[in-house]
């Protein structure tokens, strides 16, 4: 009977933990970050590429990879693949992460603000679509 409650405890200890980090970012506020990235980039079933490419379907794309998109080479050399950590580094000091990178945003302080905007746009497929 005890080994039965240490099993349901440590699944419930997982699950809870497993949870947190699913929701970890709150797409609806990242939402409102966004706004700050909306001068040259754009998500959602009409996207384009602008100043910056669209951000449609990020998440597992090659950094430099954004079909139409005219990249710098820092950019299209760097190897990077975005996932949550990748894009948190990233937006956090662009410059810092991809020397030579044509974005000029100085970048998210605050790490909050970070996985909010990664929830935001992870929500996109590639076509646009919400998940």
């Not at 240490?6 to 990242?30: E, I, R, Y």
């Not at 190897?79 to 410059?95: R, Y």
């Not at 970070?114 to 919400?130: C, H, I, N, Q």
């Amino acid at each position: 009977m005890k080994s039965i409650s240490l099993l349901t405890f440590a699944v419930s200890v997982a699950l809870a933990a497993s949870a947190g980090n699913a929701l970890a970012g709150d797409a609806a506020a990242g939402e409102k970050v966004f706004a700050k990235c909306k001068a040259c980039h754009q998500v959602g079933e009409a996207a384009k590429n602008a100043v910056g490419p669209n951000l449609n379907g990020i998440s597992g794309r090659k950094a430099g990879a954004a079909e139409g998109y005219n990249y710098s080479e820092p950019m299209k050399g760097s190897g990077l693949t975005w996932d949550e950590a990748t894009f948190k580094e990233f937006i956090k000091n662009p410059k810092g992460k991809v020397a030579g990178t044509k974005m000029v945003f100085q970048g998210l302080a605050a790490d909050k603000d970070g996985d909010d905007v990664w929830a935001y746009l992870s929500s996109f497929s590639a076509d646009g679509k919400k998940n």
